[in-house]
C-alpha cells in the first residue's frame, strides 16, 4: 500500500522506531546530543540540522526540568531514540551552576551524552546581532552588547571546558556548519527525504515540485480495453509499459539525471525533495514510472515514498 501525502508527512515528523537505520546511526543504545554555545554562535543552525538528521530536539529546557526530562527518554527509548538538548546562558544562577553535575548524574545513571560547544569571536557575534536585529538574552539585564557576550561566555565556561567538540563559528556560514554537525554525530551526508509524485496534467501540477517530467508521449495503456480498468500498480499494466521502448529509454534517462544531481542536492542542505512524473489521466504511466524509479533510488537513498494524487482521490 502506498503513502499518502498526510503518511509522508508524519513520516518525516514521527522518526522514534526507525532512527537505527539510518545512515551513520548507532544501533542499539539511545543517543544524547548536549548542545550548547555563545547566543549568535550557531546553536539553533546546529539544532536545526540534527532535526534533519532525525533527531528529537529541544532547547532552552530549564535546569530544573531537566531531571523529569532525562527520566522520559530512558522510559522510551524508541521514541527518543535521538535527543538533542539545547543548553544556553539562558539557565541562569543557581540552573547554571547545577548543569555540569546534572550531566556528570545523567552519565552515572546509564544514558550517556555527548557535548557539543558553538563559539565564535566578539566581533562576530556584535555583527551578527546587528544583522538580525536580535536583543541578546543578557542585554535584559541591561549590560551592554559587548558586555553582554563576556559575561555569556564567563557562565557557560564550565560548559564549554567539558565539550567533546567545540566549533568556532566566526569563518563558516550556515551551510558549512550544517555539514560540520552532520560529520559530528557520524553521518557524513544529510537523510534528505524525496518523494515521488505522479498526477494528471489535465487536473493541474502539483504545487510543490521540484522537478517535473512528462510521460504523455509514451503508449498510453487506456486504449486498451483490458488495461483501462487497472492502474500502473498492476502486473498487466507493467509489463504491457514495459514492452515499449518509448517507455523504457524514458525511466532510463530521468534515472540517469537524478543519479547525476540528486547527490549534489542533497549535500547542498537541501533535506526534502518532490519529483513529479505525469500524464494525462495520472493513473498508469505516471504511476508506473513513479514506482519504478523509486524503486531504483532506494539503492541509493535511504528515504524515498511515493504518492499517486490521482488513485488516493486528492
Not at 556528570?104 to 550517556?112: R, T, W
Not at 551592554?144 to 559575561?151: C, D, G, R, S, T
Request: charged share 25%; with cysteine.
Amino acid at each position: 500500500m502506498n503513502p499518502t501525502r498526510e503518511d509522508v508527512s508524519r513520516t518525516r515528523q514521527a522518526l522514534g522506531e526507525e532512527e537505527a537505520e539510518l545512515p551513520g546511526r548507532t544501533t542499539g543504545h539511545q543517543q544524547l546530543l548536549v548542545v550548547s554555545g555563545l547566543s549568535g554562535g550557531g546553536k539553533s543552525t546546529a539544532l536545526h540540522a540534527l532535526e534533519d538528521l532525525g533527531f528529537y530536539c529541544v532547547d532552552n529546557l530549564p535546569a530544573a526540568l531537566l531531571p523529569g526530562f532525562f527520566e522520559q527518554i530512558r522510559n522510551n527509548p524508541k521514541l527518543y531514540a535521538r535527543v538533542a538538548l539545547g543548553i544556553d546562558a539562558r539557565s541562569r544562577g543557581s540552573d547554571q551552576q547545577r548543569l555540569p553535575e546534572q550531566l556528570d548524574q545523567l552519565a552515572q545513571s546509564g544514558l550517556p551524552h555527548r557535548l557539543l560547544f558553538l563559539t565564535a569571536d566578539t566581533r562576530t557575534i556584535i555583527k551578527r546581532f546587528s544583522e538580525t536585529r536580535r536583543r541578546h538574552p543578557l542585554t535584559f539585564d541591561r549590560q551592554a552588547l559587548p558586555a553582554a557576550i563576556e559575561h555569556e561566555k564567563t557562565l557557560l565556561q564550565a560548559l564549554q571546558s567539558r565539550a567533546d567538540w567545540v566549533i568556532d563559528t566566526s569563518d563558516i556560514n550556515i551551510h558549512e556548519l550544517r555539514q560540520q554537525v552532520w560529520k559530528y554525530v557520524g553521518s557524513e551526508q544529510s537523510t534528505m527525504s524525496i518523494v515521488l509524485e505522479s498526477f494528471a496534467y489535465k487536473r493541474g501540477l502539483p504545487q510543490d515540485l521540484d522537478f517535473v517530467f512528462d510521460s504523455r508521449h509514451c503508449p498510453n495503456p487506456h486504449w486498451i480495453d483490458e488495461l483501462r480498468g487497472l492502474t500502473g500498480l498492476d502486473q498487466p499494466v507493467k509489463e504491457w509499459l514495459e514492452s515499449a521502448e518509448t517507455v523504457r529509454a524514458l525511466r532510463s534517462d530521468i534515472l540517469i539525471f537524478m543519479q547525476r544531481w540528486l547527490p549534489e542536492i542533497r549535500d547542498s542542505q537541501r533535506s526534502y525533495l518532490t519529483i513529479g512524473i505525469g500524464c494525462t489521466g495520472g493513473r498508469h504511466r505516471s504511476v508506473y514510472l513513479a514506482e519504478w524509479l523509486a524503486a531504483q533510488l532506494r539503492q541509493d537513498f535511504y528515504s524515498v515514498e511515493v504518492y499517486h494524487r490521482e488513485l488516493h482521490g486528492r
